[in-house]
Each structure stands twice: as structure tokens, then as C-alpha cells.
């Protein structure tokens, strides 16, 4: 499975910015992480293919996690931005067979938020 995250860019502090990442094939759980520099990539919001949805304390009531499972996309709707935002996101893809589990990530793609 290829992931392929669009949608970052720089915004003002208070502003919004929707992320996207298509995987190229069915997955079970999709999720957006995100790394600050010299730090360990951290879990920002997951959804699973019910819809399910769970983020991080830091994100809540500010970001929306959704998904097409038609489309294989799942998106990062991020509303009032702070400058603490800024970051590189990534895009985790979870596929489950009765073999086991595997993980797929995407390129990150890069927020900007200005104070």
C-alpha cells in the first residue's frame, strides 16, 4: 500500500488547513501523525473503517479526522491553528489480514503556522 498526503502549506494562527492522503489500496485503520524537529513522530488522531474516531488531548475540538472508504482517502480538517501546529504530518495506513497486521506510512507533508 502506497500513501500519498497532500494539503499543508503555511496558515495564520486561527486558521485551517485540510490535509489528505490517498492509500492506493483498502485499509482497516487510517491515522495522522506528526514530528516536531529533533523529536519523535507523535499520534495526532486515528480513525477506523467504521469511523471511529479518536485524537490526542492537544488537537481536540480543533481537529476533525474523516475518511472515503470509497476513495481510500482520509482526510485532517485543522481548524484554529496555533503556532504549536506546526509541524510535519504524516499519513499511517493500518492493513489487517488474517496474517497479521502491517503498517504503511506516507511522505510528510509539512504545516506552517504563523503567529
Known amino acids: 500500500v502506497q500513501l500519498q498526503a497532500s494539503g499543508g502549506g503555511l496558515a495564520q494562527a486561527g486558521g485551517s488547513l485540510r490535509l489528505s492522503c490517498v492509500a492506493s489500496g483498502s485499509v482497516n485503520i487510517m491515522a495522522w501523525y506528526r514530528q516536531y524537529p529533533g523529536r519523535q513522530r507523535e499520534w495526532v488522531a486515528v480513525?477506523?473503517?467504521?469511523?471511529?474516531?479518536n485524537y490526542h488531548d492537544s488537537v481536540k475540538g480543533r481537529f476533525t479526522i474523516s475518511r472515503d472508504n470509497a476513495k481510500n482517502t482520509v482526510y485532517l480538517q485543522m481548524n484554529s491553528l496555533k503556532p504549536e501546529d506546526t509541524a510535519v504530518y504524516y499519513c499511517?495506513?493500518?492493513?489487517?489480514?488474517?496474517?497479521?497486521?502491517?503498517?504503511?506510512w506516507g511522505k510528510g507533508t509539512l504545516v506552517t503556522v504563523s503567529s
Open positions: 480513525i477506523n473503517s467504521g469511523g471511529a474516531t
Open positions: 499511517k495506513a493500518v492493513r489487517v489480514t488474517a496474517r497479521g497486521s502491517s503498517d504503511y
